[in-house]
């Protein structure tokens, strides 16, 4: 009995002491953070890891999204004649990735075509595995399309005399080309050009002459430069109802024998030289109205000249005329007389139309330079000059201003005014007579266009002028200067000329017309009133002879629209 007590005894003390030590060990916190420790460090790991292969995830799916969007454009280029499908596969292989490329779907349509690829690339993940996601691949997919929606572009090109030689040649070249660009392709027709040469001036067709209300008409063949009023820069077309006035085909500048002794009006002081005419008759720089036809434009192209002084405005305002939907009646007339082809029908159409686009590319290598005119009063219209039918030998009627000694008498002769005694009035029978002078079979009142159709300004106004009303050598160069400064004025001073300038190009913009504005080699304010004319910065090119064709072929390619959709 005794020892089976004893053996109770060492359980029951072998109990309370385990007991003891295990409340011991629950009340011991020593060694808790080394748990949390290694709990932590754990997590951390994972999310380093997680984050290591999101990093790769997002490189590689970056690097094939741009891969993608690169040779996919490259591909959608109307301008590049290789399959397209092939395009985008050499184009992945050159950037190493051409394993990662899984689809091409190509869509090539009349003046349209649409490239879509798509890749899947293996980021190879080095820890997702442990969240049981084996694999993670990178996915992206690009899609580009190119095309001509109806488009109408005016060509504005400045052919003044300091485009002689190279830069001429060039322009050329590369206006050119840029038609080239623009029409490739299109077999619908749904661009159209206009081509604006300009110098001082705008020549106009007959048959678009025709189409405006235009006064003063001289019908000199291809002489038809209008002269607009300062009204028609209210809007951004030239209305067709406005009275134009038409520029006097005269010889202003060259200068005459100013010798007190008759000189025949058949002589080389009398007969004009329009060399120096602001509207010259020159068909190869007239206005091409809206054509589809490339090899057309690129013959009018090629056939420019040089000459003149520079007028970018009249050159603007009549290339933003000829895009605005106020000429569509004009156009349909002229379509249906087969001026314009039959292409163009529904041009030019509407500013707001979502499926059209109006460009304008405005080309100079000068600045404004103000030119003189006859002024309306002088340009037709009966004349106080009369020509007789016999000898051709002139009169003139002075109804005022006449010297004292020539009485009542009121038709000056010039060539009987032989002498400085009859200018002085000396001898007034000479030189003054009642009637015009007939030579016996009579005499004809001229228009004053026939007047400079056969003599210059310089001519009239002194043997007409200054030899008729000066009675001495001072006051014969003072009715000569004033004589000419009555006939002959400043068009408009190069400063309103910038204005005008300006406010065409505002109203381009507000009707949402694109402005593209190339300076070649021009001064610096021609650069200027370029820069401000064009839509933004970017649509501004200040070009050289050598790359003037490279602004050309930038602005082809703005025009014909390739876009990423995807």
Known sequence: MRRAATVYQFAEVAAFRAAARSEGFRRDERGTMVILAILLLTMMLMMGGLAVDLMRYESTRVNLQQSLDRCTLTAASLRQQQDPESVVRDCMLKAGIADQLASITVV?????????????????????????????????????????SNIEIALVLDVSGSMSGTKLANLKLAASEFIDTVFAQDVDHRVSVTIVPYNAQVNLPVTLRDQFNVVHVANVPDVNCAELPASVYTSAAIPLTTALPMMAYADVASSTTKSTSFIA?????????????????NPVNLVRLPQTDPVTLKAQINAL?????????LGMKWGLTLLDPSMRPAFADLIGRGVIPAAATGRPFDHD???AMKVVVLMTDG?????????????????PIWRSTGDGLYSVRHTTGRPAAAGTKEYFVPHLCVSTACTDGSNTAEAWRATPWDSGLGSVQQDWKDVWARM???YVAW??????????????????????????QTYESAATMDDHLQASCSQARDEGVVVFGIALEAPPHGQDVIRNCASSVGHYYDASALTISTAFRSIATNITQLKLTQ
Request: hydrophobic share 30%.
């Open 108 to 148: 090539d349509g009349m003046n349209y075509r649409s490239v879509q690829s798509a890749g899947v690339a293996d980021t190879r993940p080095m820890f997702l595995h442990m969240l049981g996601i084996p694999k993670f691949d990178a996915k992206a997919g690009s899609k580009a399309e190119q095309g001509l």
């Open 265 to 281: 009006p058949t002589s080389s002081a009398a007969l004009p030289n329009y060399g120096s005419v602001s509207c010259r008759p």
């Open 353 to 355: 139309d979502t499926h």
């Open 305 to 313: 000249q040089a000459g003149g002084n520079t007028s970018i405005t």
């Open 367 to 383: 600045e404004h330079v103000s030119h003189s005119r006859v002024v309306d009063a002088y340009k037709t219209g009966a004349s």
């Open 463 to 488: 043997q007409f002028y200054a030899r008729a009303l000066g009675t001495s050598s001072t006051t014969r160069n003072a009715v000569y200067n004033s004589t000419v400064s009555t006939i002959n």
């Open 456 to 458: 210059k300004l310089s």
